[in-house]
């Protein structure tokens, strides 16, 4: 119950990664939690498989993400089971509702409301990412924000590019 609240803490900016045990249960802990609430994200447009692979890849972009940022920017990598840790439990957390909302949403397709949550659950999550990644690099805000901005727009490039619907025929 202490770690929910410590992650539920760093979502509402109380606390950042440099609060989070580094710890490699922990991080396979909150790398399950990620792949299943991934899986479940996923599984309301695809198969239980392809879901599967597409939560597998976009955790590996993460934290290849989140290292090369340690690696290449702030010469730390030592923070980085606390900082992968922190961002794989963050967003399992906020993409929990995520995925309630989307099985809603695929019921009722273009509910102005449900719209409006979902677009309201990815701000925080950039948000959230961009705070994560501020006390890892030891950077202000608003680099942490732009580099957030860029994951997610390179992430989303990657992920259609990878699993690109295939034409029928």
Do not use: N
């Amino acid at each position: 119950m202490e770690l929910i609240v410590l992650f539920v803490d760093i979502c509402l900016f109380k606390k950042g990664p440099q609060h989070v045990p580094a710890s490699r249960f922990l991080f396979g802990l909150a790398l399950v939690a990620y792949w299943l609430v991934g899986i479940a994200l996923l599984v309301v447009e695809t198969d239980w498989p392809h879901a599967a692979l597409e939560a597998f890849v976009e955790s590996a972009l993460l934290l290849g993400f989140a290292w090369s940022l340690l690696f290449l920017i702030a010469h730390k990598t030592e923070r980085f089971l606390q900082t992968a840790t922190a961002l794989l439990a963050t967003d399992a957390l906020i993409s929990t509702p995520g995925a309630l909302l989307l099985r809603w949403w695929a019921a009722r397709p273009g509910e102005p409301l449900l719209q409006l949550a979902l677009l309201g659950l990815m701000i925080w999550h950039i948000a959230v990412v961009a705070h994560i990644l501020r006390h890892a690099l030891s950077r202000p805000l608003s680099y942490g924000f732009a580099l957030s901005v860029l994951y997610v727009i390179v992430t989303y490039q990657l992920m259609s590019m990878i699993f690109a619907p295939v034409p029928a025929g």
